[in-house]
């Protein structure tokens, strides 16, 4: 899959059940070849139409419980207790 596939899922907290926002970037650790961070946030456009990253979160792609063809589950790790 390419990144910019994984980029249009929308991310959803199993916990709560909220959505969270899109994924925007992560983070790879180049010696190991994974990615280690995903940055979600939710995105807005402003008046000349330029999207503006809104309220950006981390979360560890540890914390990804699965990835279907529209969205990304998140689960916290405290939360798996």
Known sequence: MRFSEFQKKEVIDMQRGKFLGFIQDAAIDITK?????????????????????????QFGYDEVVTIGKDIVLIQKKDAKK
């Open 33 to 57: 070849g994974k990615i280690d961070t995903l940055h979600i946030g939710d995105t807005e456009r402003s008046l000349f139409m330029e999207m503006r990253i809104k309220d950006q979160k």
